[in-house]
């Protein structure tokens, strides 16, 4: 084998098969290297993707949910829509897949350093952004950035990801945690309403911040003028698209807008550099 | 150097010796460039339904193979090292190489499927003394006797080829042919010919990407793509276009990943796994790949991504000639560029 | 036909101009010598683009499946009979519909008349009454009409539409529907007609041209590409997978296919699919006496059943 060829997966093993939403849709995947040397080739930062495979029904790209400050594992959380997600929710723990990354570019935090981070998300887009938090609560980090908001949101308490992680930054003081949900249900504590509005409400101060933003296309479209309302300028936006994606190295040209490649790239942009693309994604 | 035309069948017979040779064949109907094997004769000269580019990136190749078992996994790669020649393709398809070459080693990847074919092939074009209707390779860079691409440059003498030798490569492999060289009247001559020679058709493409650059959202698009069947006859036969599927085939498993040709034209192409479509309709499709052609490729890698060889316009069953789209494109007011 | 040509462009005119319709779907003049063009006016300055020749070989129904606007097509005896069943199967509304039929004597075949000059690049061709004068590079070759039309073509019965809101030209003389093709491979063993199949299809570049040329071919998702399941290897090269493909296409066209040849004039390869879809067109014919797209009141025959039906393939008879 050519240790050189991006095309060749790494084997893993599946450690944890966790079922994350209420619905059953989101499984949230731990994965262990099986080879140290492998483990130590795969150097990413929150914001990347990998391309995860089933052996014997192929491969998908997926936003790494796992943060490099959690040494020996990578996390996903897939939901079950195609034939290798669906594979994946099938497996049992123990059973090797195949990883192939890290891929393309990263949340731009070293640039980020001594401003305050806002992070929003909607529904199951909150995978590298979990990395995202992950990264940043490292006490090793915490100190190089200001305050940190969060804001995420999703349809109903079931289908938050990672409730327990959420939790516990409630309960921390160096993150200002704000979950919402659409409607009010019995027993939620959380904030009511969507993503856009709660934005208004908690009114991050754009000054010396920057703003982290993932989540369905509708929650984007609205969430971006309360932003700019607030005085977000489009360098201060940064986002993470999704596309059809097969190669993940630039060459098999289904993914682009434009000259970009959203595989290479991206998927992370700010909206300024967005502002150039064509508006086909 | 010089080889005679009545020669060329045993030089052909000579170097499958050493090489695996692709020339030009014509089979049931079609001229393909198909590896010559012992009686078979090659059509010099002739232009080949499909483009060389399917040497180093077939249609249908298998990266690697793989089974998982109670043993562990097992994996193999399949990548092709066998030592190639092309003899006698067109100086175009040649010229499509070093553009393939961009989108197949970029600045972060390389895709050792394709390198190392690359590497291990010796492209001997032939030259063009009589393009066709439909060729336009000078209006895009290139020419009946472009030797980009090239490491040898056969000239058609009537009888006879020179052979030019246009990299040290081509140096090395023409020296082991043992060929008489070529006298300075032979030489005179094919200068002649080269000087003569001229693509008949024109496409004026100056200023094309600047013009591109303001026309995304132009109502161009909207009827451009009226009678496109939507079908990938123009793409695949396009030595340029590199778009790819990677699927696996598999059973239990065991399988292997392939990698096969895929088009910018089809729907499924760009379709999400939510049901959304960034580029729906054959609107969006075509204005990507003119644009891809035309002003993305150029943005990326500082060259027009089309050879001029005029196969999509031979080929489209509904004959939507890409030189008309360019004039037409260069036609449109924009309103805002400059010229 | 220069007569034709006009009539047909002042039909369209008059139509676009009182606003009967909002499109006419028609040719216009190529970019290639022995082509025309598929072309969509909808102003009578662009009807004035509109012509009728030799050379106007696809089938125009198939832009014509679930239009919003009102449409006028011209449409020769192929056209019409798809347009009939696509009537039939609730993709064309008559009623948004005008045809303006032209009675057709059969297209020429540009590959035959390359073959006719030695391979040679024809560079110039003139239609001259029964004759077509071929001009390239040091060459004028006269060859008759009826050598160079299509082989669909010179085996069509329907050269007449079967419905039209207008007709424009001359009916042209019934014809016997010819299918000796057919009989000779038929008449071949097993391994001979495998081996042909196999040879064919070992052309195909999977570029879909046929399908999408076909205006019957109009599965939402069609299952060489659907991916859940994935019917067949979506590889070129296999002879095999080819084969399914060609052949479910053509077992989905049974009773429904125009027998235009469209699939085939679309084929970059020049992979002989008409055998195909003829033997199709040939049995239905046979076992339940019905052509598709003749007949606007009939059913179509797959959607019908009648206790007489022949059933070959289910007992022995």
């Not at chain 1, 490099?68 to 669906?86: D, H, M, Q, R, Y």
């Not at chain 2, 030089?11 to 064949?25: C, D, I, Q």
């Not at chain 3, 040091?138 to 539409?161: H, I, M, Q, S």
Request: charged share 30%; proline share 5%.
């Amino acid at each position: 084998m050519n240790n050189n060829n991006p095309y060749v997966p790494i084997p893993m093993r599946l450690v944890k098969n966790f079922t994350e939403t209420e619905d059953k849709l989101i499984h949230t995947f731990t994965l262990e290297f099986v080879n140290k040397e492998d483990e130590e080739k795969f150097k990413y930062l929150p914001g990347q993707f990998a391309e995860v495979m089933v052996y014997g029904k192929g491969e998908a790209p997926f936003g790494i949910a796992s943060a490099p400050n959690e040494p020996g594992i990578l996390k996903f959380s897939v939901a079950k829509v195609g034939v290798v997600s669906t594979a994946l929710h099938l497996l049992e723990e123990g059973s090797i897949v195949g990883v192939r990354g890290p891929l393309g570019n990263w949340y731009p935090l070293e640039d980020l350093k001594g401003k305050d981070i806002v992070i929003i998300g909607g529904g199951f887009a909150f995978t590298t952004l979990r990395s995202t938090i992950q990264y940043l609560l490292d006490p090793a980090r915490r100190g190089d950035y200001g305050e940190l908001t969060v804001i995420y949101g999703a349809r109903n308490p079931g289908l938050l990801l990672y409730k327990d992680e959420i939790k516990e930054w409630e309960k921390r003081d160096d993150i200002n945690m704000i979950t919402t949900i659409d409607r009010p249900v019995e027993g939620w504590e959380g904030r009511t309403g969507f993503v856009p509005a709660v934005t208004k409400e908690v009114a991050p101060s754009a000054e010396n911040s920057a703003c982290i933003i993932c989540g369905p296309p509708v929650m984007i479209k609205f969430t971006q003028p309360v932003l700019e309302e607030l005085g977000f300028t489009p360098e201060q936006i940064i986002m993470s698209l999704e596309m059809r994606m097969k190669c993940g190295l630039g060459m098999c040209g289904r993914c682009n807008i434009g000259s970009k490649f959203v595989c290479k790239d991206g998927p992370v942009f700010t909206l300024a550099e967005l502002k150039k693309l064509p508006n086909e994604y | 150097m010089i080889i005679n035309k009545r020669e060329i069948a045993g030089l052909l017979e000579n170097l499958a010796k050493e090489y695996r040779v692709y020339a030009p064949v014509e089979k049931d109907g079609n001229v393909l460039l198909e590896v010559i094997e012992e009686g078979a004769e090659a059509a010099l000269g002739a232009a080949t339904k499909k483009p060389a580019k399917e040497i180093l990136f077939p249609q249908s190749e298998e990266l690697f193979s793989y089974q998982l078992s109670d043993e562990g996994l097992r994996m193999e790669d399949k990548i092709d090292k066998t030592k190639t020649v092309a003899f006698g393709i067109r100086p175009c398809d040649a010229k499509s190489m070093i553009l393939l070459d961009n989108v197949f080693h970029n600045d972060q990847y390389e895709d050792v499927y394709y390198t190392t074919r690359r590497k291990n092939t010796i492209i001997v074009s032939l030259g063009c003394s009589e393009p066709e209707s439909t060729c336009f390779c000078t209006s895009v860079g290139g020419g009946p006797f472009n030797t980009d691409g090239s490491d040898v440059l056969l000239i058609d003498l009537g009888e006879k080829y020179l052979a030019e030798a246009v990299t040290d490569q081509g140096k090395e492999f023409l020296s082991k042919l043992n060929l008489p060289e070529a006298g300075e009247e032979e030489k005179a001559e094919a200068e002649g010919i080269k000087k003569q020679a001229q693509a008949t058709s024109e496409v004026d493409i100056t200023g094309l990407k600047e013009k591109l650059d303001g026309m995304f959202e132009h109502p161009y698009w909207d009827r451009l793509h009226e009678k496109c069947l939507g079908c990938a006859a123009c793409t695949y036969l396009c030595p340029t276009c590199h778009c790819f599927d990677i699927a696996d085939e598999a059973k239990d498993k065991n399988g292997c990943r392939v990698r096969n040709w895929d088009s910018c034209m089809f729907p499924l192409f760009t379709l999400h796994g939510s049901g959304h479509n960034p580029r729906p309709s054959g609107k969006e499709r075509w204005r990507q790949r003119l644009m891809h052609k035309f002003k993305y490729f150029v943005e990326r890698y500082n060259a027009t991504a089309c050879v001029g060889c005029g196969r999509c316009i031979k080929n489209c069953p509904v004959n939507l000639d890409i030189r008309q789209v360019l004039a037409e494109i260069k036609a449109q007011d924009t309103g805002s560029e400059v010229s | 036909m220069q007569n034709i040509t006009n009539v047909i462009k002042d039909t369209a005119k008059k139509l676009l101009e009182e606003k009967k319709v909002d499109l006419v779907v028609g040719f216009a003049k190529g970019s290639l010598p022995l082509r025309s063009t598929p072309y969509f006016a909808r102003t009578a300055e662009e009807a004035e683009r509109l012509v009728w020749d030799e050379y106007c070989e696809n089938n125009l129904a198939n832009y014509l499946r679930n239009r919003e606007e009102k449409v006028a097509v011209v449409a020769k005896g192929c056209d019409v009979r798809s347009i009939v069943a696509l009537m039939k199967e609730n993709q064309i509304d008559r009623e948004k519909l005008y045809i303006i039929g032209v009675p057709c004597r059969g297209m020429i075949d540009r590959q035959k008349a390359g073959e006719l000059v030695g391979g040679k690049e024809i560079l110039e061709a003139e239609v001259k009454g029964e004759e077509v004068v071929l001009r390239g590079k040091g060459f004028e070759e006269k060859v008759k009409k009826e050598e160079l039309l299509y082989d669909t073509c010179a085996r069509c019965a329907y050269g007449n539409p079967a419905i039209y809101d207008e007709l424009v030209g001359e009916e042209v003389p019934a014809r016997e529907a010819n299918f000796k093709e057919i009989e000779e491979f038929e008449a071949l063993g097993a391994e001979e007609r495998a081996e042909f199949l196999a040879k064919e299809m070992s052309k195909c570049i999977r570029c879909y041209a046929c399908r999408n040329a076909c205006p019957m071919c109009y599965c939402e998702t069609c299952f060489v590409d659907s991916s859940t399941p994935q019917w067949i290897s979506k590889r070129a090269y296999s002879v095999k997978d080819n084969l399914i493909f060609q052949g479910v296409r053509v077992f989905h066209q049974l009773g429904r296919c125009a027998d235009c040849g469209a699939c085939e004039r679309a084929c970059p390869m020049g992979i002989k699919l008409s055998l195909l879809t003829r033997k199709g067109v040939k049995d239905v014919k046979e076992m339940f006496d019905y052509e598709a797209g003749l007949n606007p009141n009939d059913k179509p025959v797959l959607n019908d059943f009648n206790t007489d039906d022949p059933q070959p393939f289910l007992m022995k008879e």
